[in-house]
């Protein structure tokens, strides 16, 4: 059985300068038809850039990418942008954290979604908005045909929101990719958008690539997990498997760092101490090293990445004996 999508050994290296830089190194996963496949990592771990390198975005000098992306069977990487942009759109959409990017400020929310149905159908005006109203209510969007004659600084955050997975979802992509949908709003719009995103995969069959920093986002709604690091694969597995049982201590950190969902709420959530190393300093060996508490002499050698219990993990402690790490609990750094 072929997954929707299929991405091997994908590296994105920035060159021009003294000495290449790599910014997503050696990154591999599947995503299925109708799943939710959660990307995480803090910001600068590479995930937009592995999105954007998915979507053929990164056509520009001094980027390389190489590796593979099989999207349906279809190689991705290397073909031309006109073919890409056939593929954009109508097959892969992407909704981003700010719709303000997504939208012309000019024009009318329904107007700009009927153009995004009528660029690849060839239907009436008339038709379009039938279509463009009935997305927006299927997306929750109050009084529809009203809303569809509004400009997008009329909307609220949330609406907006909505609305350009509306748009995105105009064309029936066989996938959408999310990033960072939900950071922008508040908790209660952020758990209908994700409510939407579930939606999805039961009423269209879509397969969503979801990029957060937030492993609660994750725990909502995400059937896999690919947590990355500095431009590295350190954890993958179903979501289940890696929230009962991380194994590596990244996936453990971020974990710790998600909220309660009752009881009261910590003053102060624990957070991992220190920031990811940037590309160009990354260290030889585990690029976590320097922030984690388990390093010791193996970790100056890169980790392979090894299958684990149900998911796969670059860290040298499963394979010492020690399948499971203490959990870092709060107050204790
Ligand atoms: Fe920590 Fe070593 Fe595992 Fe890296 S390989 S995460 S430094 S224990
Ligand atoms: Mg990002």
Known sequence: DMPLLDVRDLRVTLTGSEKDITLVDSVSFTAGA??????VGESGSGKSVTALAIMGLLDMPGLVVSGSVRFRGRELVGLSQRALRHVRGREIAMIFQDPMTAFTPVYTIGWQIDEAIRAHEKISRRDARTRTVKLLNEMGVPDPERTANRYPHQLSGGLRQRAMIAMALSCNPALLIADEPTTALDVTVQAQILDLLRGLRHDYGSGVLLITHDMGVVAETCDDVLVLY?????????????FARPAHPYTTALLDSIPPLTGPRPARLPSIAGVPPSPAARPSGCAFAPRCHYAHASCTTKPPLIVWEEQEVACVLPTEGH???PRITAGET
């Open 34 to 39: 109708g799943e939710i496949l959660g990307l």
């Open 230 to 242: 500095s431009g590295r694969m350190a954890e993958t597995g179903p979501a289940a498997a890696l």
């Open 323 to 325: 399948a499971l790490p």
